[in-house]
């Protein structure tokens, strides 16, 4: 299992940025993906995460009503569109494949692959 993260960069606060995570190496539906990000000295945290099977979104509240996570099941290829970024997204972003619970789907503990990061910067 190979999950590649991609898209990430430096932009301005306000702006919007499209990240992508590209499966290998299981079914689309074996596991539902989602998105980590972590900031210099702070802890990871649970961005966003849809369901495979029944494309189930979940979001962090920092990030409702901004970001929306989405899923190509031809390409193996799970989307994260960031819209009105703020200095504080600031932060490497993970993808992860897992099968959460629905009332943890933000715990990096339930997810067993991990992509290698990006790098998101907002400028204020």
């Known amino acids: 299992v190979q999950l590649q993260a ?6 301005q606060a306000g702006g919007s940025m499209r ?13 539902g993906i989602g998105w980590f990000r972590q900031a210099p000295g702070k802890e990871r945290e649970g961005v966003s995460y849809i369901r495979s ?6 979001y ?4 409702k009503g901004r970001f929306t996570i989405s899923i190509d099941k031809a390409k193996k290829t799970v989307y994260l569109q960031m819209n009105s970024l703020k200095a504080e997204d600031t932060a490497v972003y993970y993808c ?11 715990a990096s503990r339930m997810y067993y692959y991990w992509g290698q990061g990006t ?3 907002v400028s204020s």
């Open 53 to 58: 099977s029944s494309g189930q979104q979940y």
């Open 60 to 63: 962090a509240d920092s990030v």
């Open 19 to 31: 990240l992508s995570c590209a499966a290998s190496g299981f079914r689309s539906d074996s596991f």
């Open 6 to 11: 991609s898209g990430g960069g430096l932009v």
């Open 96 to 106: 992860a494949a897992g099968r959460p619970v629905s009332s943890a789907w933000s």
């Open 119 to 121: 790098q998101v910067t």
